[in-house]
């Protein structure tokens, strides 16, 4: 008996080091049927489908109807975005929403104080108002992360809290209500060929992230950041200089979006960003990005933004509460982490195999 | 950088330390290095130099001061007393870049690898090679400069990988040791100090790592390697060091001793003669 058990034990190093080196190709294609992204745009394809079938007339399936869906998309995609860079850094950033809201508020009160010096410009330095207002947030967060030692977890609740109650104070409690309506014709709601300009934008920055995170220096220098804190900083990463950058990049996309959001909707809206920062993890987590950094997968951050404005929209469209929408939502997050931890570990990291 | 004066080409193992007995150009020295952290004295009056195609082992027991003597040598740590020199004259490190300056790289004891990231990819970690054309405004990589150059690295000391493109996570233990080793070599061009490279490693990664030590040396650079690991050690080491409460208990070349003098050395054994034996 005890000598079986030498025997075994003898022979396993033998027998695991032969099998540890599988053909390379088949792996990939294992990686490649398992990425959790590619089964959450089947989900989106056959959700698409279903709400088509169960929309009257399918109306769900029409030309308007996927418009809307664009713009929702818009916004919630650029905060995924955004969110996924400093998730790959081993970071979060749960102000995004506020940051949003406080973007647009400000850029707001620019662009009605510059109304009469014609739209374009209004909008134009409402727009760098808004994008500052975002990195100025970014760059509050991230050097509370990086100087005072605080986490992001923590920080970026603080800002949260923060900038939401800057906003409702700015604001007196209520949305502005003076933002020139022309602005929505020419940036907020404009389409271009058939699809909203917000959308583009949106996917732009989708594209270029997905090029930051697969080809540049700053990407992968980011994932190291997640991936092993301790020998990034051994191997002479400058830290806190790469974090506070990510912090205020990610920033300037929820002012961005909170851009978006003024002129595609004329108003703030106080009450209504409250869940977007948490609806950003949510959809990146969805995709298959690590919270723990190291890993990010950006056609997991679009799957997983789809499904979630696809639900909603949907939802609404057959006639039922928008608010099934949190809770399938929040049942798919569960079992798409689920699936994630019982695959083997190569499957998601497909992208960084280039 | 010259390759060194091939004088054992091919020869078998055991006779190492006969025929490299005689030493290569200096690349680092230490003189009466002494380190106190509040009231421990974890280093005192150390001396030992590493010189081009040498293995330097470092014994000793737990909390002899091997850590701190490499943190000393590699700029993590600031020695209270005496002082560096390198050929150049004397010289303080400030920080590891300042080694990694004067060739002189470290294998740490958690190896210091991203494991999301691929084999090339922690090869070359604040070292990237960026695109020769415009791409390099944007700081793109040019991961195929970086992939020939990984296996160049890992080829010369033949190691053997899948391939560089795959996650460190996919990597066995010995692979990962393996890796950070190639690493430290490939920015190396004169010293290399590894702290408990084969720690936690079986049988036969452990004679891998120790082949690649043996390599990395014969190319002409000058290894410090800490273990616990004695025999396999001493099998392809020139010089031993054995510390004792932050001192040096025994320098020797490893021709001349045994591993029981080792370990009588870490231990103290000619403090209580008559003990064991
Ligand atoms: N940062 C530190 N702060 C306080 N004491 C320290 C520190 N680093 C080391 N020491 C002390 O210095 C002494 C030498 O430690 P060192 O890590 O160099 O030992 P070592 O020989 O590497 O041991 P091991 O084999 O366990 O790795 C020990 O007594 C240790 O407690
Ligand atoms: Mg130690």
Redesign the interface.
């Known amino acids: 008996m005890s000598s079986a058990d030498s025997t075994t034990a003898a022979e396993q ?1 033998t027998t ?2 032969s099998g ?3 053909p ?1 190709l088949p792996a990939r294609l294992r990686a490649l049927g398992s990425t959790t992204a590619l089964w959450i745009f089947v989900v989106d394809i056959l959700l698409v489908l279903l709400f088509g079938a169960l929309s009257e007339n399918g109306s769900f399936l029409t030309a308007s109807s996927f418009r809307v869906l664009g713009l929702d998309a818009a916004e919630a995609l650029i905060l995924a975005v955004g969110i996924s860079l400093l998730l790959g850094a081993g970071e979060i950033d749960l102000s995004l929403g506020a940051g949003l809201l406080l973007s647009s508020v400000f850029g707001g009160k620019v662009i009605i104080a510059l109304a009469g010096s014609g739209t374009a410009v209004a909008a134009i330095i409402g727009l760098f108002a808004c994008l500052g207002t975002g990195a100025a947030i970014g760059l509050v967060n991230g050097l509370v992360v990086t100087k005072l030692r605080v986490t992001s977890l923590i920080a970026t609740l603080a800002t949260m809290g923060i900038a939401t109650g800057i906003a409702n104070i700015a604001t007196s409690g209520t949305d502005l209500s003076d933002i020139p309506a022309s602005l929505q014709d020419d940036f907020g709601i404009r389409n271009l060929i058939g699809i909203p300009l917000p959308a583009f934008i949106a996917l732009a920055l989708w594209l270029v992230t997905w090029i930051l995170f697969r ?4 990407g ?2 980011l ?2 950041l ?3 804190r ?3 900083e ?4 400058k830290v806190d200089a790469h974090l506070i950058a990510a912090f205020m990049l990610v920033g300037a996309m929820a002012g961005l979006a909170g851009f978006i959001d003024l002129t595609r909707f004329a108003t703030t809206n106080l009450a209504g960003h409250q869940n977007d920062g948490l609806a950003a993890i949510t959809a990146a987590v969805i995709g298959g990005t690590s919270l723990y ?3 990010v997968s950006l056609g997991g951050v679009l799957a997983g933004t789809l499904l979630a404005v696809i639900l909603q929209d949907g939802l609404v469209v057959i006639g039922l509460s928008a608010f099934y929408q949190l809770i399938a939502v929040g049942v798919v997050l569960i079992a798409a982490v689920n699936l994630d931890q019982r695959r083997t ?2 499957g998601l ?1 497909l992208r ?3 | 950088m010259s390759q060194p004066s091939d004088d054992t080409p091919d020869g078998p193992p055991d006779e190492h330390v006969l025929v490299r007995s005689a030493p290569g150009e200096p690349v680092i020295s230490a003189h009466g290095i002494g380190k106190s952290y509040g009231h421990v004295r974890a280093l005192h009056d150390v001396s030992l130099e590493l010189r081009r195609g040498e293995v330097v082992a470092l014994f000793g027991d737990n909390g002899a001061g091997k850590s701190t003597l490499t943190k000393c040598m590699c700029g993590v740590v600031t020695p209270d007393e005496g002082h560096l020199e390198t050929p150049a004259g004397p010289i303080e490190l400030h920080s590891i870049r300042d080694a990694e300056a004067l060739g002189i790289t470290t294998v740490h004891q958690d190896l210091a690898l991203a494991p999301d990231l691929s084999v090339l990819e922690n090869m070359f970690l604040g070292r990237e090679v960026l695109a020769t054309d415009w791409r390099r405004l944007l700081g793109v990589v040019s991961r195929r400069e970086m992939a020939d150059r990984a296996d160049a690295a890992l080829s010369e000391l033949r190691i053997n990988l899948p391939s560089v493109r795959i996650p460190v996570s996919d990597l066995s233990g010995g692979q990962k040791q393996a890796v950070a080793v190639a690493r430290a070599a490939m920015w190396s061009n004169a010293g290399i100090l590894m702290d408990e490279p084969t720690a936690a490693l079986g049988t036969t990664q452990s004679d891998i790592v120790c082949e690649l030590i043996r390599s990395t040396a014969d190319r002409g650079l000058a290894v410090m390697v800490i273990s616990h690991d004695i025999p396999r050690i001493l099998d392809v080491a020139d010089q031993v060091v054995v510390l004792r409460h932050g001192t040096v208990a025994m320098a020797r070349p490893s021709s001349e001793i045994s591993r029981r003098d080792v370990v009588d050395a870490m231990v103290g054994y000619h403090e209580h003669v008559g003990g064991h034996r």
């Open positions: 190093p695991s080091s540890s080196a599988p390379a080809s540049t220096r700053f992968l220098r994932l190291a997640g991936s092993n301790g020998a990034a051994r191997s002479g990463l950094g190291g890993r570990p190569g990291r960084l195999r280039r």
